[in-house]
């Protein structure tokens, strides 16, 4: 089994739209998690990180850790076209761990 | 905030040339950094980490003396690609690692690398 899972997509929705992104992973010992938002051609830029189980809003975006399940969203509010991009979850042990990022989930949002 | 720079973004060269790409932290110091290579419409692969005055650490498969990397003070690291052949054409973004700001990494915006 993969550390993380993340459905490749690409996920299409319209403008507007409540964006919802997850991922799944297997070690319990990940304690950070990280959100990563790529545009083409240009480096990842984090949106996100929380740390254990919980909510954390940031704007439009909200990241839901569930480590019950080892689940982790984020969800995306009143989606713009400028929304569309690869997003990377990555969970780690520490914080300043190196990444092993996953597939990434490419998301589309049409005007 | 703090900036991680690349250079050059893209680069064409002839197999067989080498090419050294760039990464720089602007405002920070980083005793530490990564390496990523990314094929179209791929993830990010980890090449390897890159320690400000000792040597790298290659992830598994990743040939080192293909790919030298030396990070020799702590605002640089570079990436030379040896002897480089149409199969290393990639998109290659660095990282460096913050251990005072608020974000744990900082990445750069990639070079794009093609080999002719």
């Known amino acids: 089994q993969k550390e993380v899972e993340q459905d490749p997509g690409p996920l299409s929705v319209p403008e507007g739209a409540i964006v919802s992104l997850n991922c799944t992973y297997s070690?319990?010992?990940?304690?950070?998690f990280m959100w990563y938002r790529q545009y083409s051609r240009k480096g990842p830029e984090l949106l996100m990180y929380?740390?254990?189980?919980g909510n954390k809003e940031d704007g439009r975006f909200t990241a839901q850790v569930d480590k019950s399940s080892k689940y982790i969203s984020l969800f995306i509010r009143d989606s713009q076209p400028s929304d569309s991009a690869t997003y990377l979850c990555?969970?780690?042990?520490?914080?300043?761990?190196?990444?092993?990022f996953g597939k990434g989930t490419r998301l589309h949002i049409l005007p | 905030g703090a900036v991680v720079s690349q250079h050059p973004s893209w680069v064409i060269c002839k197999s067989g040339t080498s090419v050294k790409i760039e990464c720089r932290s602007l405002d920070f110091q980083a005793t530490t950094m990564f390496w990523y290579r990314q094929f179209p419409k791929q993830s990010l692969m980890l090449m390897a980490t890159s320690n400000e005055g000792s040597k790298a650490t290659y992830e598994q498969g990743v040939e080192k003396d293909k790919f030298l990397i030396n990070h020799a003070s702590l605002t640089l690291s570079t990436l030379t690609v040896t002897s480089a052949h149409p199969e290393d054409s990639s998109f290659y973004i660095c990282?460096?690692?913050?251990?005072?700001?608020?974000?744990?990494?900082?990445f750069g915006d990639g070079t794009r690398l093609s080999i002719l």
């Open positions: 929380t740390y254990s189980s």
């Open positions: 990282s460096a690692r913050d251990l005072t700001g608020e974000k744990p990494q900082h």
């Open positions: 990555a969970p780690l042990m520490n914080r300043d761990d190196k990444i092993i």
């Open positions: 070690n319990s010992a990940f304690q950070y």
